[in-house]
């Protein structure tokens, strides 16, 4: 790789700060720090001065990155293709298994979602007719919700608890 000229007093050093890379891959600084440490992209060399200096292939590991997050898989997903991209692991069946599974996933959210926005503009509805409480606030605190029983969320619990 040539040498690229530091930011300050011009110095010629291999590699790209975190700032960088940040800018080159549309990617912040603290998420790359972040996907780092979850091991999704391995550790840069440094700099005799200790800073981090990272390569091309990190700009485009990190554009990957983003779009399957942007497609929504998860990390451990995330990491599994990376593996899979890099011939680790699987190969273009073993993807495409994971990106129907995904889908899948996908869809049911959707479905959760068109039903929360069924529930919410009934709630809106019952505002609108301008009953003396608020039915929004009542709906709220009722015991049973419109959703209980469905596939809650991550972190959110599904049903009476």
């Given at each position: 790789?040539?040498?690229i000229t530091g930011a300050r007093g011009g110095h010629p050093r291999r590699g790209l700060?975190?700032?960088e890379l940040a800018r080159a891959s549309g990617v912040g600084v603290e998420t790359i720090r972040f996907w780092e440490r979850a091991g999704l992209l391995p550790a840069p060399p440094r700099s005799p001065s200790?800073?981090?200096?990272?390569g091309p292939e990190a700009v485009e590991r990190?554009?990957?990155v983003r779009h399957a997050r942007a497609l929504?898989?998860?990390?451990?997903?995330?990491?599994?293709?990376l593996?899979?991209?890099?011939?680790e692991a699987g190969g273009c069946e073993e993807v495409r298994a994971l990106a129907e599974r995904?889908?899948?996933?996908?869809?049911?959210?959707?479905?959760?979602?068109?039903?929360?926005?069924?529930a919410l503009e009934a709630t809106l509805a019952r505002c609108a007719r301008g009953e003396l409480s608020c039915p929004l606030l009542a709906a709220l605190a009722e015991p049973e919700s419109p959703l209980d029983g469905l596939p809650g969320e991550p972190g959110v619990a599904a049903g009476p608890a």
């Open positions: 790789m040539p040498a700060s975190i700032g200790g800073r981090r200096l990272f990190l554009r990957f929504g898989f998860p990390l451990e997903e995330v990491r599994t293709v593996a899979m991209a890099s011939g995904h889908l899948l996933a996908v869809r049911a959210r959707i479905a959760r979602l068109e039903r929360m926005e069924a």
